[in-house]
């Protein structure tokens, strides 16, 4: 069920963007107004809209439909799978670094110290 809805979804979206992409702007029918095409000769004396605007309201009312029954679906369908309870991987322990002695440069300002070490030499 799940894969002839997903089928249906995709068929209708891409039928959709043909679709929009197929029908005219407002603009065009400026341009035919001044003898550059026939706009009326395929669908009709009314032009293109009605049966366009039409196809394209079914086609988007489906794609809307498929979409509302694919969020349905794969919000019943429960999956307790969860990476944390999947096999982990193994990570070496790191021994973090202590604090290097670095001397400073001549005339610049003193380093700065870890705290709970010194100066003094040892005793």
Do not use: C, W
């Not at 001044?34 to 988007?60: D, E, I, N, P, Y």
């Not at 705290?115 to 003094?120: A, K, Q, R």
């Amino acid at each position: 069920m799940d894969t002839l809805i997903i089928i249906v979804h995709v068929i209708v979206a891409i039928a959709l963007v043909a679709l929009v992409l197929v029908q005219h702007g407002k603009g065009a029918d400026m341009g035919a107004a001044f003898g550059s095409g026939a706009s009326a000769t395929v669908f009709g004396s009314r032009g293109s809209s009605s049966f366009l605007t039409r196809t394209t309201a079914v086609l988007a009312a489906v794609f809307f439909a498929t979409s509302l029954g694919l969020a349905y679906m794969s919000s019943r369908s429960v999956h307790n799978e969860s990476v944390v309870d999947g096999p982990g991987v193994s990570v070496p322990a790191t021994t973090k670094p202590g604090p290097v002695d670095v001397p400073a440069a001549p005339g610049s300002a003193p380093a700065v110290q870890a705290p709970g070490s010194s100066n003094l030499p040892p005793e």
